[in-house]
């Protein structure tokens, strides 16, 4: 739906009025806007009820950034519960991290959030001396793709490689479970295509097989410690095609589509919200046009449409949602404006009605202000306000309870009947962790048997991490068939990048052709992918020294330790050129603090410091040249 | 609601800018905030909003807002006021 579409549809709806019953997401934005500088807390209104609106993309995106410059504390007024949540992801997290924390704010949780470096999920839960650890996180998003999965695209031994890639997502849960957090796992959409087509699902081995069974394990060995979002049913409601745009990979490592981005954070805020208590208890329910067609005090028990026809069996599979949801452990009550023995009269005679008088555990139909009943119902079970859900099919009836009593979320049901049961199945704060007690003691002592076998069998430092990826990198001087890259590296790198000088095509071929300089570039590979032209390197030689002009990396091979191989690789080529000392300087950016100690932590000592820059030095003589650990270089 | 008025509005809510003036000269350098991760929000924005997709060169690299309004009309997306 278009801005102008949105625009046309809302006329008759007063937009941005406080009793709009369906505002539009842009709507919201624009009342967020202007409300604040002149008034946070409505500000704060707007972006929750956006929330609820029908995203996009944009208006998340502004949205969000609002937030962020909203004065510190707004947030703690609307909401209930603190949470501080890290995003720790295999692909780029960028978008989704600032709408997580607009999504905790509407389901409760004034959020406080970190992300971690791209692509470094496991170096952040193994390295126990970690940003991640250090920041001190109630609950860790392990916000993962398909692609970071080590199945083949056929498994030979779909048994064993099963086992071995379940124990490696539960070590990283047990790991983050002895620093005191949370994991919240999100499962694998899988893609939904195949080499193997339809005969993919008789063979347990092809890697969509593999994928659906993983998400199964995973399902299995979470215990009461580890939350889990099920990616792959957000994934096939959203449309498959949509959620993996292919393009926006290639181009930017987004692995889930913008406008998909929303929908997953929603879905982990309100499983987070469900952790933290915030789960909704109870379902308050109008009658007339809700339950069932018509107005039983005026057309009569035989009147209303319930079970025959196509407006009786939406209603009827209505209440096969709700009585869904009520096994599952919600309670059930009726608030209605009716004549008590009206209202009554269905629930005891009518053939078709599916839910009966003892599902109901609060029953209310009088001809009072329904705030006053709510405020009732909610003293009878022994329940906050905040735990009630009040679903009614008339706007007005709406706008009265949201008016009064904001604190109950009020569920707008959609104008088709047909469309209520999903809409209802749909709605995100019911997420409780688990079904019953005995079910998460159950997954309890199942886990603590498979922790102790895993913690045996498996990877837990980073050291073995590191080792057990099997890295091969070849390092070589610039040469014309690598040069657009490494002219594309040096254009773009912001993060990882010592000294960001941008120098041209022409620029770098001059330095190619010049002895003193030195040029190398490192490829990087591992058993489990091939990560390509990763980093480079440019030096020249003054005399005894050899100075580093240009010194990057891709952030898709952050914490992998290739900085190191590259680093040692000079120290060879200074002691070729029978330098003594190698010199690395960091000029300070908007964006390059990570490498900001980066050369003291390869054992450079500090000869100069400023605001703009500062000068390290590496003495071979003393300290002989810099080895590397962990990489398998490779001679070309 | 003009062609201009939509590709602003875009703008505005990717760049996280309320009160961006685009001019069909600018390119990325003179947007607030640009980088590779704008640049993706603005993409995407602009599909999102009139339902099209960009292809190769479109996609990769913003020359210039005018050339944005151009592969738009292209595209077939109306431009009520200008054009």
């Known amino acids: 739906v278009s801005i102008e579409e949105r625009n046309e549809a809302s006329k008759g709806e007063h937009p941005g009025s406080a009793l709009a019953d369906r505002p539009s997401a842009h709507e919201c934005l624009q009342r967020a806007q202007e409300a604040s500088t002149r008034d946070p807390d409505e500000a704060v209104h707007w972006l929750r009820r956006l929330v609820d609106a029908e995203a996009t993309f944009s208006t998340w995106n502004a949205a969000s950034a609002l937030l962020a410059r909203l004065p510190d504390g707004t947030t703690s007024a609307a909401t209930t519960r603190s949470a501080r949540i890290a995003v720790v992801g295999s692909y780029t997290t960028s978008q ?93 959409a899988t893609r939904g295509d195949s080499p193997f087509g339809h005969l993919a699902t008789r063979l347990p081995g092809t890697r969509e097989n593999m994928l659906r069974a993983l998400n199964q394990r995973i399902g299995q060995e979470a215990g009461g410690h580890t939350l889990l979002v099920d990616c792959d049913r957000l994934a096939a409601r959203f449309g498959k095609s949509r959620w993996f745009d292919d393009r926006y990979w290639h181009l930017a490592k987004q692995a889930v589509a913008l406008d998909a981005l929303p929908s997953l954070a929603v879905h ?39 079970g025959h026809g196509p407006e009786g069996e939406a209603y009827t599979a209505f209440q096969e949602a709700i009585l869904g949801l009520k096994r599952r452990g919600l309670i059930l009550a009726v608030c209605s404006k009716n004549n008590e023995a009206d209202a009554l009269a269905p629930f005891s005679d009518h053939p078709d009605m599916r839910l009966r008088l003892d599902d109901v555990a609060s029953f209310s139909a009088n001809w009072r202000h329904k705030p006053d009943n709510l405020r009732e119902i909610a003293e009878e079970l022994d329940l906050g306000l905040d735990a009630l859900v009040y679903v009614d099919d008339n706007p007005a009836e709406r706008a009265v309870v949201r008016q009064a009593l904001p604190d109950v979320d009020v569920l707008a049901l959609p104008r088709d009947p047909a469309l209520y049961a999903r809409a209802l199945l749909e709605y995100p704060y019911f997420e409780s962790t688990t079904y019953s007690a005995e079910d998460t003691r159950r997954t309890e002592q199942y886990r603590a048997r498979k922790t102790v076998r895993s913690l045996q069998s498996s990877v837990v430092d980073i050291d073995s991490f590191l080792r057990e990826l099997e890295m091969k990198a070849e390092i070589a001087p610039f040469d014309a068939l690598h040069l657009p890259r490494i002219v594309q590296l040096i254009g773009k790198t912001n993060q990882f990048n010592l000294t960001t000088r941008r120098h041209s095509q022409m620029q770098i071929e001059s330095f190619m052709g010049d002895a003193c300089w030195v040029h190398v570039y490192l490829k990087l590979r591992d058993r489990f992918a091939d990560h390509g032209l990763v980093a480079v390197a440019l030096a020249e030689q003054n005399d005894a020294v050899l100075d580093i002009d240009t010194f990057l990396m891709s952030c898709r091979v952050i914490g992998r330790t290739a900085e190191r191989a590259l680093l040692a690789r000079l120290s060879q080529e200074a002691m070729r050129l029978d330098c003594t000392r190698i010199r690395g300087t960091y000029v300070r950016t908007e964006r390059n603090g990570l ?9 450079f000592e500090l000869v100069s410091d400023d605001l703009q820059q500062s000068v390290w030095e590496y ?7 810099i080895v590397n650990d962990y990489i398998a270089v490779e001679e070309k | 609601m003009t062609l201009d008025a939509r590709v602003e509005t875009v703008f505005r809510q990717v760049l996280a800018a309320p009160d961006l003036q685009l001019q069909d000269d600018m390119s990325g350098a003179d947007l607030p905030g640009w980088d590779s991760l704008a640049h993706v929000n603005a993409m995407f924005g602009l599909e999102e909003e009139f339902g099209v997709r960009f292809v190769g060169d479109e996609f990769a690299r913003l020359e210039s807002v005018g050339a944005v309004k151009e592969a738009l009309r292209r595209k077939g997306v109306p431009d009520p006021d200008g054009g």
């Not at chain 1, 996180?137 to 048994?159: N, Q």
């Not at chain 1, 003495?619 to 040249?625: E, H, M, N, Q, V």
């Open chain 1, 96 to 188: 989704f991290v600032p709408m997580l924390r607009l999504a905790a704010l509407r389901a409760g949780i004034d959020a406080t959030l970190y992300e971690g470096g791209y692509g470094t999920f496991e170096q952040e839960i193994l390295g126990a001396d970690s940003e991640l650890y250090a920041f001190e996180p109630t609950h860790v998003v392990l916000a993962v793709h398909e692609g970071s999965v080590r199945f083949e695209a056929f498994s030979e031994t779909p048994e064993a490689d099963l086992e071995a890639e379940t124990s490696r997502w539960t070590t990283l849960w047990d790991l983050a479970r002895e620093h005191g957090t949370r994991i919240v796992q999100h499962t694998f």
């Open chain 1, 268 to 306: 982990t805020a309100a499983v987070i919200a469900g952790d933290l208590g915030l789960a909704k208890k109870c379902i308050v329910l109008d009658l007339d046009n809700t339950l069932w067609g018509g107005v039983v005090g005026e057309d009569g028990l035989a009147g209303i449409r319930l």
């Open chain 1, 595 to 603: 490498v900001e100690t980066m050369y003291r932590e390869h054992g």
């Open chain 1, 619 to 625: 003495d071979l003589s003393l300290k002989g040249p």
